[in-house]
Antibody
Framework: EVQLVESGGGLVQPGGSLRLSCAASGFTFSSCDMHWVRQATGKGLEWVSTIVPAGDTYYPDSVKGRFTVSRENAKNSLYLHINSLRAEDTAVYYC??????????????WGQGTLVTVSS | QSALTQPASVSGSPGQSITISCTGTSSDVGGFNYVSWYQQHPGKAPKLMIFDVTKRPSGVSNRFSGSKSGNTASLTISGLQAEDEADYYCSSYRSTNTWLFGGGTKVTVL
C-alpha cells in the first residue's frame, strides 16, 4: 500500500525557517517524481515544488529562492526546507508522487499533510 | 502564473449530472493533454479522480468523466450521490515541470 506521511510542521515566527519531511513506503520511491503542494486554510491548492529521480528541482516563481526541495532515496524520504517564512506561507503542506505507472503529469497519491503556521 | 478558472460552486440533485469547468490558456490546459481532477472532502487530502484529461484511476467510479475543448477542461459527475459532495480542483501541466491548479469548486448535493 502506498503511504506518504508528512511531518515537521508547527508554529514558526516570521523570518524563521523550517524543514518538512515526507516518509514514503509501499512503492519504489527512487523512481518517482515527488512534489509538494500547499493549501492555506479555506483556500485552493498551490503547487510549490518538484524533484525528479535525478535530483533536478523545480519551483514556481512565488517561492523560488526561499524553498528548497531535496530527497534521500536510501531513506525513502522527501524534504522541503523553507527559509524567510512569511505569514502567507501559513498552510497545510502535502507531499504527493507522480509515476509513469499512471502519468508523470498527475499527482496520484497524497499524504495527509502537515500544518505550518507562521505567526509571532 | 494565475490559477486556472473554476466556478466557485455547482449544485445538483441526487441522480442528476453536473459539469465543472476549468479554463486556462494555450500555455497550460490548451497546450497539453495533462489535466487532472482532484476531489477533497473537508479535512482530508485530495484524491485523484481523473488524469490526462479523460483517464480514471483504478477504483474511481465511472460516474466521473473528463473532457477538454480548447483551453477549457471539464469534469462531469453523473448520477450525483450524497458522497460526491466535496471540493473539486483541476490542475494542468504547464511546461518544464511546472503545474497550475484551479481555484476549486464546491459541489453541493441538494
Amino acid at each position: 500500500e502506498v503511504q506518504l506521511v508528512e511531518s515537521g510542521g508547527g508554529l514558526v515566527q516570521p523570518g524563521g525557517s523550517l524543514r518538512l519531511s515526507c516518509a514514503a513506503s509501499g512503492f519504489t520511491f527512487s523512481s518517482c517524481d515527488m512534489h509538494w503542494v500547499r493549501q492555506a486554510t479555506g483556500k485552493g491548492l498551490e503547487w510549490v515544488s518538484t524533484i525528479v529521480p535525478a535530483g533536478d528541482t523545480y519551483y514556481p516563481d512565488s517561492v523560488k529562492g526561499r524553498f528548497t526541495v531535496s530527497r534521500e532515496n536510501a531513506k525513502n524520504s522527501l524534504y522541503l526546507h523553507i527559509n524567510s517564512l512569511r505569514a502567507e506561507d501559513t498552510a497545510v503542506y502535502y507531499c504527493a508522487r507522480a509515476t509513469g505507472s499512471s502519468s508523470w503529469y498527475t499527482f496520484d497519491y497524497w499524504g495527509q499533510g502537515t500544518l505550518v503556521t507562521v505567526s509571532s | 502564473q494565475s490559477a486556472l478558472t473554476q466556478p466557485a460552486s455547482v449544485s445538483g440533485s441526487p441522480g442528476q449530472s453536473i459539469t465543472i469547468s476549468c479554463t486556462g490558456t494555450s500555455s497550460d490546459v490548451g497546450g497539453f493533454n495533462y489535466v487532472s481532477w482532484y476531489q477533497q472532502h473537508p479535512g482530508k487530502a485530495p484524491k485523484l479522480m481523473i488524469f490526462d484529461v479523460t483517464k480514471r484511476p483504478s477504483g474511481v467510479s465511472n460516474r466521473f468523466s473528463g473532457s477538454k475543448s480548447g483551453n477549457t477542461a471539464s469534469l462531469t459527475i453523473s448520477g450525483l450521490q450524497a458522497e460526491d459532495e466535496a471540493d473539486y480542483y483541476c490542475s494542468s501541466y504547464r511546461s518544464t515541470n511546472t503545474w497550475l491548479f484551479g481555484g476549486g469548486t464546491k459541489v453541493t448535493v441538494l
